[in-house]
């Protein structure tokens, strides 16, 4: 039995090492260990060995199992990275050049991005930033969105686990809900809360809602949002700030309107409308582009600032609308394919 043992571990070494496909050990795992194999074959003749001798010959038929079965685990890494390496192809030379020597570019909505922060920034606007993990007193609550609000519904709005830990982000209300935040509003209730006005502020970012994804619609797409808080500020200045904002954009044959409109954070508010026949795809005299409004007095009291004192106005839109009007594209989810040949146009 010991010799028996000893050649079949001795085979076995030598028909796995020259294995390279699946198919082949598998085989060979049916001939060695399978129901009908050579060494289930040698264990069953356990039952003919005297009973002083099995204990010593039941710890040889184990080592040889064990011997066999590291053979075949070997042999089955040789063979999963022999696959994995006919999926990859042939080792690439690095000293090689690169096939592709064009220069790399911004990405459309980068671009966009970059170009409304310059234009803003010439009139005195600083760009703030916030967290995407935002609070409801942030997101909501001090943005004058009553607890009953559509928007707030989980329906519409990513909400988190109550569970989840995200360290003190809120001193207002410790026990409420975090989300992704529905519009880029939240950072001007953070910047409101730093410090006193006056208060000039851009704040691009992204933004989360439950949209279905279409041509037009994602559950992750840009804003841009502007805010100005200071004494005296008018309907007017915020009339001639998107005036000039556009113009400088979408060049002086653009003109802007404003339509009444509901914000709960804005009294009065405003849909802002552009007309811009001038560039590609826009086949219509005006088309909505974003809202707007002067900050309502309830904001401002909600943050500590006197709206006997100040007055300031707000104003929001969409980033991928923006650059779907400027570069003429009528597909949201171009954005967002990582396409080379959409990407490169932007050059």
Known sequence: MESLLSALQEKAQADLAAICSRPELEAAKARLVGPNGELTALMKQMGSVPKEQRPALGKRINEAKGHVQALLDAALQRVVAAEIAAQVGPAIDVSLPSPDVGPGTFHPLTQVREEMCRILRKVGFTVADGPEVETEYHCFDALNTPADHPARDAQDTFYLPRDAAFGNVSKHHPDERYLLRTHTSSVQIRTLLKGPPPIRIVSPGRVYRRDTTDATHSANFHQLECLYVDRNVTVRDLKALLDYIFTSLLGKDTKTRFRPHYFGYTEPSFEVDLSARHLPKVNKEWIEIGGCGMVDPIVLDGVGH??????????????????????????????????????????
Do not use: C, P
């Open 306 to 347: 006197d709206s006997r004192v100040w007055s300031g106005y707000a104003f929001g839109m969409g980033l991928e609308r923006l650059a779907m009007l400027l570069y003429g594209i009528d597909d949201i989810r171009y954005f967002y394919q990582n396409d080379l040949r959409f990407l490169r146009q932007f050059a």
